[in-house]
């Protein structure tokens, strides 16, 4: 055991107390996002950040494109299409509301990020003449060049431009602070939420956070399925802190969630099994649509949706005859036939017509202004590829127009996984929402990731904004209540009780959560049945009961860990009693029961706690009704303010 | 020539993922400062950073991104180096 002295001072025996209009727990994009929206309403804003705001989050590090812009000025979808698709695509198992928002305002945000400082059009003319550019706007885009909804973005200077507005405007920046709980009016469980407790994670002080409205825009669940304890950092596509501390913690204030019983076999990291996200030779997001070969050089034909080969690589980026669009993206794996675009062919196909694996992503043959998109300037934007993979491949000289880059797997998997190896992707579970983007605890809004059925960047930022400001209008009229002291006094007991653990006799949190990934694999696999499920139930509560209590943490960073991995258990048990809910196979959740066969298209089932019992109530699929009506019904000033702006930007 | 050498315990590492070139590095610890796991602490004045949870590196790469001196090199484990070549060097069927 290392004797080193812990280098920062131990804060345990203090707490810090602050307030304001609105609080915001995470400071991501959504979380930066909301912030910003609620203090430009004149409220006080609180942002709390688990690491440092700058390059904090999912999208700090970067992100290459923007999805669903369907009101830029060179969109040919409307909102309304876009959404739709989304929703039919999944036979209606998708967040409409949510969805909705960031088809209506994510170019709104993207003019305002650009304002802020953000780099989103291609202003030193690098792609002119390119055919995915606008040249009177010097967008580009991605993906459907002829629909133009889809954008291609210099993510890497979004963040720093964010936090640099957030201080402009004067929210309050509290950073290295993990957000532990929810407090909610005189510590009931199920009532209004009025603030938060959180952790130091490097002096171990406790804070108090008290506002009018709270926002919710932590991270979605991982390292449920996945974990290696000696390369914790490459469990998940997210960053290793971005664990779903949100869900559990809504969890046990009693907010309500749903798709929870959704997982999907494990498509990034997983573990340390696949390499690098982008790093590898695929055509799929980043890489879209690059030219794949075998291991003979032999080109992998692309075909349209009716399955005609495409013999030019413009060919690739254009909708089938007769299709209005195409979707792709990052929820997008197997689009419908009516969504689906240019692919190549399957590795069945391929198999059978004597093409070798392993196949490589080839660039050397691609117009150059498309080669330069992917290599240089996507690969290089996009979350962790500007140091990893573009200036380290390069060092090493990687040159695209003579080299090529191995996939793993047969199409754009970086690797192969196994059915138990699943994740939280493509569109789960999380918080239930309203038109309001609020919960069923008054008071609490909730954005990005935390939302169900959330997917990329845009979706956080246009998520985000409009949580912030409904939070704003709601502190407008809301009074700022005082924390429940006996709520508080527990979660401080909670908190600080690994700290005196036996270090001897208490499990650390790699064993913990080793345990419950383990558990999970084993009980909720890719195949369900009641049996199963009700075995991990017990496994894992008795993991609350004999081991959580035991758990030791040596100084705060090491707590910070723990208490991540205690919510992990928290939220694992959430998906078990969701998929004892759910009593039919549904193809589209990726739930399969072996003890019921596929029924109708059944409703969302929303679960909440209720005091530790467990109550469900089914919602429609179509619960958010007429999508433009009701989200201008809930948003005049918005759209008032907004034609303000374009007519004093026209004058 | 025969040498009796000398042995020690160490933490056996599985990566390592930050190397810092201390010819370079001022100590700043903006890196430090940067990182959303937390993964360094403080090393002494003037110096690097101390990778204290190497293993919880998710490898973003921001740490090199706010380095204004280019003193850090991120190193992906061995077995996460994407393996790349000539296309010339495919052997045509």
Redesign the interface.
Known sequence: MTTTPW??PSQTDRTHRLSADVVVLGGGIAGCMAAIAAARKGQSVILVD???V????AG??GCDHWESAATNPCSRVTPEELTQAMLDDNDGYNNAISHYIECREGWDRLLDIEEMGGKIRDDQDEFSGAAFRDEESKLLFAYDYRNRFTLRIWG?TFKPAMLNECRRLGVTIVE?VMVTSLLTEGGQCGARCIGATGLH??TGAFYVFTGKAIVMALSRPARIWLFS??????CEFR???CIGDGHAMGWRAGAEFTMMEKSVRAQFSSA?RS??PY???NNHNTWYAATL?D????EIPYADRDGNLLSRVEERYLPAKGQHYFLKGGSIEQAKYEFEGPETLPYEQLNAQGYRLPF?A?L?TLPELERKAIWGFMVGQE??T???VY???TRAG?DPT?????CYGVGWTSAEFLPQERQLFGLPGGFMNDWNLMTNLPGLFVCGDALFASNCYGHAAATGSYAGRKAAAYAQSASLLSADEAQVCQERARVYAPLTADPQNGVSWKELNEAIAKAMQNYCGEIKRDELLQSGVELLSRYEREVVPEAYAANP?ELT?LLEVFDILTVAQLILQSCLKRRETCPKLEFYRTDAPCGAPAPFIVIRNDNGVVRTRTVPLDYAGDLRDNYEKHNADYLSELEEKRRGTKA | MEQKLEFAFRQTMPAQPLHFDESKCVGCHACMEACMIDVMTPGEEGHPPVVSFPDECWYCGCCVMECQTGAITLRHPLMNQTRWVEKASLKKE
């Open positions: 280098p920062y688990k690491g440092a700058k390059r904090s989050g700090g590090s890497t290295r994670t490097r304890s000696a390369h914790p950092g490459l960053p290793l802190s340390g390499f690098p790093s590898t030779g070969i291991a003979t050089g032999r490589y080839d050397s979350g962790k500007q140091v990893p200036q380290h491949f990687f003579r080299h090529v880059l191995q960073h860990r």
